[in-house]
């Protein structure tokens, strides 16, 4: 019996949009104002650390259950390590741009930026395509429940609970209903209680400050 990875192109959604706004926001600064580089800065260090825990996850708990067990597929989990490899060596880059970016919010900091998020953008919508496209039916059928359980269990032991609370949110937005009910099911009764009450009119803050024209 295969197993249901279709929440994984619901995070996947949330990445996709959150890269291209990225994009959008850094374009849009003004040049000088340090004030709304500094909000940026900081979404971008949420976004980021979501997709750095999000493909360590995979990385330690998905990609060596699959290649001791999927002899004709081993090529597209070696794909997928190398993917992950090459996003990583793009969001380095942008730690070190979107620091020199924030510091001054110079116009030229500000377009070499831009460069490279989109450089960074391109780079993960490789990786997520083809993922979707190879690699999740692969572990449908390959993996237990709790194997892929396990993933969301990195996440929340390796990210704070607030920061938690911000990625749900980046994932939630665009689901529709049904996977909305179903992601808010997941949760234990408590937990869920806490977003609704404070994370959801968190994230509502958040999204606005950061997105303000």
């Keep these: 019996m295969s197993i249901d990875t279709q929440d994984m192109e619901v995070v996947h959604r949330g990445l996709r949009r959150e890269a291209r706004l990225l994009i959008e926001l850094v374009a849009a600064v003004a040049p000088g104002d340090t004030r709304r580089?500094?909000?940026i800065a900081d979404h971008f260090r949420l976004y980021r650390l979501g997709l750095h825990n999000h493909h360590e996850g995979e990385d330690e708990l998905l990609w060596p259950p699959l290649l001791a067990r999927v002899d004709l597929g081993?090529?597209?989990v070696l794909r997928m390590e190398s993917q992950h490899t090459r996003v990583a060596a793009t969001l380095t880059r942008l730690d070190t741009e979107v620091s020199a970016w924030e510091a001054t919010a110079g116009?030229?900091?500000?377009d070499a930026l831009v460069a490279s998020l989109t450089d960074h953008r391109a780079v993960l919508l490789e990786h997520l395509d083809d993922e979707e496209?190879?690699?999740l039916p692969l572990a449908a059928d390959h993996l237990t429940e709790a194997e892929w359980a396990s993933q969301g269990?990195?996440?929340v032991t390796h990210t704070p609970k607030l920061t938690l609370?911000?990625?749900f949110g980046v994932v939630l937005e665009d689901a529709n209903p049904s996977e909305r009910a179903r992601l808010l099911a997941g949760l234990p009764a408590p937990v869920r209680g806490i977003w609704h009450i404070f994370g959801s009119p968190r994230y509502a803050r958040h999204t606005r400050r950061v997105r303000a024209a």
Excluded at 107 to 110: K, L, P, Q, V
């Design 153 to 155: 269990e990195h996440l």
């Design 107 to 110: 116009a030229d900091e500000r």
């Design 165 to 167: 609370l911000m990625l």
């Design 74 to 76: 081993a090529d597209i």
């Design 133 to 135: 496209a190879t690699l």
């Design 37 to 39: 580089a500094a909000i």
